[in-house]
C-alpha cells in the first residue's frame, strides 16, 4: 500500500489486558512517531524513532507504555495493564527523512477502548 | 516549551463565506508550522507548512496561511467554503533544532452551513 497502515483498527480490551498495536510505516521512511488523540483532543507525542533507535520516549504516560522498532521498519506500541485512561485513538506517522520540515504522513490510527 | 492555541473549538461558516480558523503559538525559536485536517475516521492530512522563508504558504484545497512572527498567529483562511470542507483542523509547531516531534492544538471543528 502507499500510505501508512495500522492495525488492528478497533480493539476493545478489559482493564488489566494487555494490547499490542501495529504500525506499518510507508516503505522506506527513516522517522516514525506515535501520537495518542484523547476524545475531544489534539494528538500528542508519545515516542520517536529513527530507524532502529528509539530517540525520544519523554511522551510515554507510564512505564506500562512500551514501543519497538527492531528491524527500522514496522512498529509496536505495547501496553500493559491496561486502564481505563488509556482508551484513546493511537496514531502511527511516517517521516521519510529526519528534520522537522518534512511532512509526517500518519496512519488511520487503532481506536483503543478500555472496559 | 513549545504550544499552540486554537482559538473556538467550534467554528460554523456558510457555503461560500470566508474560512478563518485562528492559530497562535508560543515557541522559543522560529518554528515550523503546520495545519493539518482529519475527516472523520480517517488520519491527518497535511493541508500546508511554514518552514522557512515566504510567510505565505499555500496549501491544497484553496487554503492559505500567514506566518506573522509579531503576532505569534499562524491563521487559516479560505476565500469561499465548501460543504465538503467540514472537518476537524489542527494547528501545530515544531522546534527545528529538536527531534522532529509535532506539538498539535486542540483542534477547530469547521461546520458548514448550506
Known amino acids: 500500500g502507499a500510505g501508512v497502515s495500522q492495525s488492528p483498527r478497533y480493539k476493545v480490551a478489559k482493564r488489566g489486558q494487555d494490547v499490542a498495536l501495529r504500525c506499518d510505516p510507508i516503505?522506506?521512511?527513516?522517522?516514525l512517531f506515535w501520537y495518542q488523540q484523547a476524545l475531544g483532543q489534539g494528538p500528542e507525542f508519545l515516542t520517536y524513532f529513527q530507524n532502529e533507535a528509539q530517540l525520544d520516549k519523554s511522551g510515554l504516560p507510564s512505564d506500562r507504555f512500551f514501543a519497538e522498532r527492531p528491524e527500522g521498519s514496522v512498529s509496536t506500541l505495547k501496553i500493559q495493564r491496561t486502564q481505563q485512561e488509556d482508551s484513546a485513538v493511537y496514531l502511527c506517522a511516517s517521516s521519510p527523512l529526519a528534520g522537522g520540515q518534512e511532512t509526517q504522513y500518519f496512519g488511520p490510527g487503532t481506536r483503543l477502548l478500555v472496559l | 516549551a513549545q504550544s499552540v492555541t486554537q482559538l473556538g473549538s467550534h467554528v460554523s461558516v456558510s457555503e461560500g463565506a470566508l474560512v478563518l480558523l485562528r492559530c497562535n503559538y508560543s515557541?522559543?525559536?522560529?518554528?515550523?508550522l503546520f495545519w493539518y485536517v482529519q475527516y472523520p475516521n480517517q488520519g491527518l492530512q497535511l493541508l500546508l507548512k511554514?518552514?522557512?522563508?515566504?510567510?505565505l504558504v499555500k496549501g491544497i484545497n484553496g487554503f492559505e496561511a500567514e506566518f506573522k512572527k509579531s503576532e505569534t498567529s499562524f491563521h487559516l483562511t479560505k476565500p469561499s467554503a465548501h460543504m465538503s470542507d467540514a472537518a476537524e483542523y489542527f494547528c501545530?509547531?515544531?522546534?527545528?533544532?529538536?527531534?522532529?516531534?509535532?506539538?498539535f492544538g486542540k483542534g477547530t471543528r469547521l461546520h458548514i452551513l448550506p
Open positions: 516503505s522506506g521512511h527513516v522517522s
Open positions: 515557541s522559543s525559536v522560529p518554528p515550523y
Open positions: 511554514y518552514t522557512t522563508g515566504a510567510t
Open positions: 501545530a509547531v515544531s522546534d527545528p533544532s529538536g527531534d522532529d516531534k509535532i506539538i
